[in-house]
Nanobody, 124 residues
Framework: VQLQASGGGLVQAGGSLRLSCAAS????????MAWFRQAPGNEREFVAA????????YYTDSVQGRFTISRDNAKNMVYLQMNSLKPEDTAVYYC??????????????????WGQGTLVTVSS
């Protein structure tokens, strides 16, 4: 299994970015896909998850209404559209894949496969 995250960069507060995660190596139709982030000195933090088959989504409170997670079945891609970005959103963002199960679990160890991370920097 390979997960390749991309799309990070430098953006001003209030701006937008779209992160992409290319998934390969197996069929992900029953998997739960997620985005986590980790700021310097902080633990890895859950951001959002989507059940690949049903499309059901779940977000942490701090990004609800600003971020949107989605997937493209044909392209085996997962996206994180980030709007109204804030300096506190600055972090390395990771995509992750986990076996079927509850999408509300925020624990990193719920997910078996991880991408390499992409840096998002939001300037004030």
């Amino acid at each position: 299994v390979q997960l390749q995250a991309s799309g990070g960069g430098l953006v001003q507060a209030g701006g937008s970015l779209r992160l992409s995660c290319a998934a390969s190596g197996r069929t992900f139709s029953n998997y739960v896909m997620a985005w986590f982030r980790q700021a310097p000195g902080n633990e890895r933090e859950f951001v959002a998850a989507i059940a690949w088959g049903s499309g059901i989504t779940y977000y942490t409170d701090s990004v609800q209404g600003r971020f949107t997670i989605s997937r493209d079945n044909a392209k085996n891609m997962v996206y994180l559209q980030m709007n109204s970005l804030k300096p506190e959103d600055t972090a390395v963002y990771y995509c992750a894949a986990g076996l079927p199960g509850p999408i509300q679990s925020r624990r990193p160890n719920r997910y078996s496969f991880w991408g390499q991370g992409t840096l998002v920097t939001v300037s004030s």
